[in-house]
């Protein structure tokens, strides 16, 4: 015999809560997200920067490691995060 069950119990939000938050239509004011944006922006253009500037300062020694990862595939990592870092931003911006 199956143990009962107690529907209330397992409805975690009364019906009431979960059409407030159907209802809920958060927008972030237009700082919020300039400010928001602008930091995504911000950090990526200075981690590509900063990042290649790194990479060509340390070019001899990484070329001469034994590591498999040389100066094309550490500059694809370092445009790879700033890409993101400002996509990221651009989202903020949008939605």
Do not use: H
């Not at 911000?42 to 490691?65: A, H, P, T, V």
Request: aromatic fraction near 8%; glycine fraction near 8%; hydrophobic fraction near 40%.
């Amino acid at each position: 015999m199956a143990p009962p069950t107690n529907e209330r119990a397992l409805d975690v939000l009364p019906k009431d809560a979960k059409q407030a938050l159907a209802e809920d239509n958060y927008d972030d004011c237009t700082a919020c997200r300039v400010t928001g944006s602008a930091a995504f922006v911000g950090l990526g253009i200075y981690s590509y920067y900063s990042g290649m500037s790194n990479l060509r300062k340390q070019e001899k020694i990484i070329m001469q490691s034994p590591t498999k990862y040389k100066m094309a595939s550490r500059q694809l990592g370092v445009a790879t995060i700033s890409a993101s870092l400002i996509g990221m931003g651009i989202w903020r911006a949008f939605n």
